[in-house]
């Protein structure tokens, strides 16, 4: 009988060890960018939660601000083609959202996309077609955005 427990204990010793190396591990990657074009200034942040270095949700902000005067005579026309290009939407686990701020002449656009849930035909929609399939690593992501211009931070 004492086989049998020192046995046991054994076993149930070698299962805790064993089930304690399959522990999540989370790490988010967020890379912001800023360009200068004429008459706006454009600032992408773009965030990525890995989970055991795979990609499983990403958020962008896009906030485009509008910073001379000939330019924002123009806001209307501006908004209009930023609207015809930037579909609100919320289906299959993407959506898109847009804020207008009329008096700072600021149009920003919010991409969510949880990995997981997103239906390949969303993820297309959005230019992301292959998203679920890609194996870059938060390292991968982390060069590929730094060759970009973006400045990156692991949190």
């Known amino acids: 009988m004492k086989k049998f427990v020192i046995v046991f204990l054994g076993l149930v010793a070698i299962v805790l060890v064993a089930g304690c190396g399959t522990k999540e591990t989370e790490e988010k990657l967020v890379c912001t960018g800023t360009q200068q074009e004429e008459g706006m200034s454009v600032e992408q ?3 990525m939660t890995f989970k055991n270095d795979k990609l499983n949700h990403m958020m ?3 906030n485009t ?9 123009n806001w209307s026309l501006f908004t ?3 609207d015809e290009q930037n579909v609100e939407s919320d289906k299959d686990g993407v ?3 847009v804020t207008k701020d009329d008096q700072n002449y600021e149009y920003k656009v919010t991409l969510d996309i949880d990995v997981e849930k997103a239906s390949e035909e969303a993820l297309k929609e959005h230019g992301f077609d292959g998203l679920k399939d890609d194996n870059s690593t938060l390292e991968d992501n982390k060069k590929s955005a730094e060759k970009d211009g973006f400045t990156c931070k692991v949190q």
């Open 45 to 47: 942040v773009i965030s």
């Open 80 to 82: 209009q083609s930023m």
């Open 60 to 62: 962008m902000d896009v």
């Open 95 to 97: 959506s898109l959202k």
């Open 65 to 73: 601000k509008i910073t001379d005067d000939a330019t924002k005579e």
